[in-house]
């Protein structure tokens, strides 16, 4: 399905195609593999295909040297690869590009469609998350770039997709990071705060903190009582389990709070320090030695687990069938376990979060898993 297809731009069978991809927002593992998927399932059609270095900056680049051209040797030996081969940014957004002379924002969307026609590409497979997609969208929309979008996100918060890759490997790292705290919080009798990523979603705190056996799971879709947070340890120590574990969604709130902000340069802000605020509440609230952690950009290294290589690998093949027939203005997606094409209006349209009636949420109802509510 596609909301926006051209026939003008269809790929006739046997011809010569030049193809660029790119890499947008913060990175995730599987990107390489999607590379690597792109370039080869290309080849195999008699096209070319490069790469853009750094979202879109490498098409602001004077020259070629923003560009980087790929075979088969270029990208031999990189699913595994955590990272991109690429380079990402995310803060690169070309409608609002930060201006040299500091006059501010400066809309370049005009010079980079231009710039990508004049290297003589034909369509470009952008990999990101709903920032970056927007982006590609709005390029598609206002210039007629022929764009096919990979959702590519650890938060796994893409509309329109069951999973993004990179999803598996957060939560592979997430739980691997609360299984060890067990040992340490139960030797020293404490409780032990995770912040894990995830932006306004629950997605990752939910699956690693159910894998991991925490004994609170606190997530963005459910505003928090710390007296609820309060009584699940405190029964615990009732019992002589003189320990807990608590993972807290870097989005998560209490019902009377507002989100934990982080400062950042350039008067740019980001989500991050709700872990030390609710370790703080809960050495007051119970009189237990508390310790807090952030694992922080753990979660987005490392190499893809096999789920995440062999979605990866789907998505970039995909990708380019979706280019061969003329798809524009979608994005890749996985529904019902198969490969399908979606708008990009659909897929960025509004942020994908835990369903209140999920399946996992209620298995972590039952095992008692305490959700703050």
């Given amino acids: 399905m596609s909301s926006s297809s051209d026939a003008s731009l269809s ?187 995830g932006r306004y979603a629950g997605w990752i705190a939910l699956y690693s903190g159910l894998s991991g056996t925490a004994d609170v799971v606190l997530l963005p879709e459910i505003p928090f009582r710390f007296e609820s947070v309060f009584e699940k340890i405190l029964r615990r120590e009732r019992r002589g389990r003189r320990f807990s574990i608590v993972v807290v969604a870097e989005g998560a709130t209490a019902e009377d709070g507002e989100r934990v902000w982080q400062q950042q340069v350039q008067g740019q802000v980001r989500l991050g320090g709700i872990a030390e605020r609710v370790a703080n509440a809960i050495a007051e609230g119970t009189g237990k030695e508390t310790r807090h952690l952030v694992l922080g950009h753990l979660q987005r290294g490392g190499e893809p687990t096999a789920t995440d290589r062999l979605l990866s690998l789907r998505f970039g093949a995909a990708a380019i069938r979706a280019v061969e027939r003329g798809e524009f203005g979608t994005m890749v997606a996985l529904q019902a376990g198969g490969i399908s094409s979606v708008s990009l209006e659909r897929a960025t349209q509004r942020v994908r979060t835990v369903p209140l009636d999920s399946d996992v949420l209620q298995t972590a109802r039952d095992l008692g898993i305490c959700l703050g509510d």
């Fill in 11 to 197: 790929v006739a069978p046997g011809s010569r195609k030049k193809i660029a991809v790119n890499t947008g927002g913060g990175d995730a593992p599987g990107l390489n593999a999607v590379i690597r998927a792109v370039v080869l399932s290309s080849l195999r059609r008699g096209w070319e295909a490069w790469g853009i270095r750094d979202g879109y900056e490498g098409l602001l680049t004077d020259g070629s040297e923003g560009l980087i051209p790929l075979d088969a040797d270029a990208v031999r030996g990189i699913t595994h690869l955590g990272g991109t081969i690429l380079g990402t940014s995310n803060r690169g957004n070309p409608f609002q590009l930060e201006s040299a002379d500091g006059a501010g924002p400066k809309d370049r969307s005009g010079e980079v469609v231009r710039r990508f026609r004049e290297h003589g590409f034909e369509a470009l497979v952008a990999i990101g998350g709903d920032g970056s997609l927007s982006i590609a969208r709005q390029l598609h929309e206002r210039h007629g770039l022929p764009v096919v979008g990979v959702p590519k996100t650890i938060d796994n918060d893409l509309e329109a997709t069951e999973y993004t890759f990179g999803f598996d490997t957060a939560v592979a790292t997430a739980t691997d990071a609360i299984g060890k705290l067990h040992s340490t919080a139960q030797s020293h009798r404490r409780v032990l705060v995770v912040e894990v990523m």
